[in-house]
């Protein structure tokens, strides 16, 4: 069964610190893996890895994939207040069943307090 | 370029009770997917529709059915509601059936069954 798992479920730090966020997955034909960020309602976008060992990188933000062990990290350095939301990872298959469509975690629940 | 938009975005209906969800993608984007979101599960594909034709289908009852206009709007409708349909229901949009990364999400319908 297709599957992704993302720890931990809760994080709750203070600001400045910085946090590593973990997804693992298992999903035949895979294409693409994805982070989101959710704040309130909609999932807004942040990274897309397909290659392995390629770290992405915008800001405070930063992930890398490992296709060989089927995880990718997502770190968050000098965090703020503003980082607070639901960290999502999703992966996308390439064919068959899985084509089209983004399994996700529940998602890491991120607390940063001032 | 206005974004995604669901409505209703609250609903509250009653066991055994019908609903039909409303989304609007961006103008150009022929293809809408909805995803179901709880606390418990995360965000679990519903399906994903293109040019009026359902490309993919998750493992969700025959209750929840869906369709897409000519226009790329589209309904999905949850029929004979059970308590933990409770949810919200985020739909999906993108230009075309290719990356992942461009797709964007609507606000949802936080629907309520009681």
């Known amino acids: 069964e297709d599957k992704v798992v993302q720890s931990p479920l809760s994080l709750v730090v203070h600001e400045g610190d910085t946090v590593t966020l973990n997804c693992s997955y298992e999903v035949t034909n895979f294409r693409s893996l994805l982070w989101y960020k959710q704040e309130k309602k909609a999932p807004t976008f942040l990274f897309m890895l397909?290659?392995?060992?390629i770290e992405k990188k915008s800001g405070r933000l930063s992930s890398i994939l490992d296709k060989k062990e089927l995880f990718s990290i997502l770190n968050i350095t000098a965090t703020q207040t503003g980082d607070s939301a639901i960290y999502l990872c999703?992966?996308?298959?390439?064919?068959?069943?899985?084509?089209?469509?983004?399994?996700f975690g529940r998602g890491t629940q991120l607390t940063v307090w001032p | 370029k206005a974004g995604v938009t669901q409505t209703p975005r609250y609903l509250i209906k009653t066991r055994g009770q019908q609903v039909t969800l409303s989304c609007s993608p961006i103008s150009g984007h022929r293809s809408v997917s909805w995803y179901q979101q709880t606390p418990g599960q995360g965000l679990q594909f519903l399906f994903e529709?293109?040019?009026?034709?359902?490309?993919n289908k998750g493992n969700f009852p025959g209750r929840f059915s869906g369709r897409q206009f000519s226009n790329s709007r589209s309904e999905m409708n949850v029929s004979t509601l059970e308590l933990g349909d409770s949810a919200l229901y985020l739909c999906a949009s993108r230009q075309g059936t290719g990356a992942m990364y461009e797709q964007y999400f609507g606000p949802g319908t936080r629907l309520t069954v009681t």
């Open positions: 999703a992966v996308e298959g390439r064919r068959g069943s899985t084509l089209g469509r983004l399994y």
């Open positions: 529709y293109f040019s009026e034709t359902q490309r």
């Open positions: 397909t290659s392995s060992g």
